[in-house]
């Protein structure tokens, strides 16, 4: 028994320390594992803290590409805006040019037409003459003249004033207009500005500011084509005035007036071989200076006979008008240099003859020298500015555009420092381009000025170009 009890002893004692050497092994693992989990999750916590700078910086850097990419854009779209309404300016100027022309056409027009009814009144020549010499249609527009009254001040007056208003639109209503919008260096910086901080401050990016320096961005125009893209020139220009004599030509009523009726109704019988004549002249021209002139005149050409000269032409003028305009010049009839000639104390021939130096030629010719020199004699004068001015691209080539590149740069809190680079253009497209691709040349006449975003340019390309920091 005592030995069963000993065994037992034993048993225990061994049980005993073999627990506790398992519980000191144990505590040490148990050490070393804490360790190495702090170790971990440290870890972790730095790794998550990286990515989310990484992060941060990555959305940062594509908001600011994309803020970069608007800016560019919206100045680009900005300055095609500007282009266009340079050429509805333009537009607009030469419509109130042919606006022009036909009121001073017009004016001269009823001049003319109040002297021809002042001559159907007086019966010189008479109006039946003329009906049996070249037709009832010719007697009765002489006659019906008179319809009109023989004073043509009312109507030249509202037409002077119409001719004033449209001078005073474009010498300066237009032009105000037309050089605010030459220089836009201003405005392209304001709208840079805006698209940047909306782009930036207001969405996308993890920086908030409503102003540029409160979001650490500065931007570089690194190419500006647009400074000098666009100039002011006059309206002497060759594209100017060839552009307004096309636009002219479509109207006919602006057209030179040629006409003459020839008839051997009551042909003198020692001058069979000639004919009596109704001659029809009209003019009305703009100097490249911006000198107006318009002239009108028709006379009946009687065939007559004179044992010194022979057979000659006896002129009978019927209507006359001359119109002109003077700079910083009174409205209003010119000075009468010398009466009208009656031939009551000289005989016509001779009278014409002392002017033959002049090319005054009663044996023939196209003009009615008499009806002009009258004409000359009391023209009536309007007032009006010379030359006006218009804008026109500083190069004309195919491939004309406005290039502007802009260099963004950005510096907030520990981020390292973006960068961004974006260019943009103002481009011309012709829509009536055909298929073979021949398009009109770009021009301030036509507003199809688009925006697009480009390639950037090669470095070589961007030299020499305008470069303007903004803060």
Not at 296 to 311: A, K, L, P, Y
Not at 315 to 334: D, H, K, Q
Not at 346 to 371: D, Q, V, Y
Not at 427 to 450: C, H, I, Q, V
């Amino acid at each position: 028994m005592r030995l069963i009890v000993q065994s037992v002893r034993k048993v225990m004692r061994c049980l005993d320390r073999s627990l506790r050497a398992r519980l000191v092994h144990s505590s040490a693992q148990s050490g070393r594992t804490l360790l190495l989990g702090i170790g971990l999750l440290m870890l972790c916590v730095s790794a998550w803290l990286l990515m989310l700078k990484v992060g941060g910086w990555v959305h940062n850097k594509s908001s600011l590409h994309r803020a970069t990419d608007a800016a560019a854009y919206s100045a680009a779209l900005i300055f095609a805006r500007n282009l266009n309404l340079h050429a509805y300016l333009n537009r607009t100027q030469l419509a109130h040019q042919v606006a022009q022309l036909h009121l001073f056409s017009m004016a001269a027009a009823e001049r003319f037409r109040s002297r021809l009814a002042r001559q159907a009144s007086a019966q010189n020549p008479p109006a039946s003459l003329l009906s049996f010499r070249f037709g009832t249609h010719h007697g009765g527009a002489y006659s019906t003249s008179r319809s009109g009254g023989l004073n043509d001040a009312p109507l030249r007056n509202a037409l002077s004033s119409a001719f004033e208003q449209h001078e005073e639109l474009i010498h300066t209503v237009l032009n105000q207009v037309r050089e605010s919008r030459i220089h836009t260096s201003s405005e392209i910086d304001r709208v840079l500005t805006h698209a940047l901080v909306m782009n930036l401050g207001q969405s996308g990016s993890a920086h908030r500011g409503s102003s540029l320096n409160a979001l650490g961005v500065q931007y570089r125009m690194v190419r500006d084509d647009t400074n000098k893209f666009i100039i002011s020139r006059p309206t002497s220009d060759e594209e100017w005035f060839g552009l307004l004599q096309d636009v002219r030509g479509r109207y006919r009523y602006l057209d030179d007036r040629r006409s003459v009726a020839r008839s051997f109704n009551g042909m003198n019988l020692r001058c069979p071989w000639r004919q009596h004549q109704l001659r029809r002249r009209g003019s009305l021209t703009l100097t490249r200076e911006g000198v107006w002139r318009s002239e009108e005149n028709q006379s009946f050409h009687n065939v007559r006979f004179n044992r010194v000269i022979g057979c000659y032409y006896r002129e009978y003028p019927m209507g006359w008008a001359t119109f002109e305009t003077r700079p910083n010049a009174p409205s209003g009839l010119g000075s009468l240099d010398e009466p009208m000639q009656t031939f009551k104390d000289k005989s016509f021939w001779k009278w014409a003859g002392e002017r033959a130096w002049s090319g005054w030629n009663i044996f023939g010719g196209t003009r009615n020298p008499l009806a002009e020199r009258w004409a000359h004699q009391a023209p009536v004068v309007w007032r009006a500015r010379q030359q006006a001015r218009y804008t026109r691209l500083s190069h004309v080539r195919p491939d004309a555009s406005a290039q502007l590149v802009i260099e963004v740069t950005q510096r907030w809190l520990d981020y390292p420092t973006l960068r961004s680079l974006s260019a943009a253009e103002a481009y011309f497209l012709d829509p009536s381009t055909d298929k073979s691709g021949r398009a009109e040349a770009p021009s301030l006449f036509k507003p199809f000025w688009l925006a697009r975003l480009i390639r950037i340019p090669k470095r070589p390309s961007l030299e020499g170009h305008s470069m303007r920091a903004t803060q």
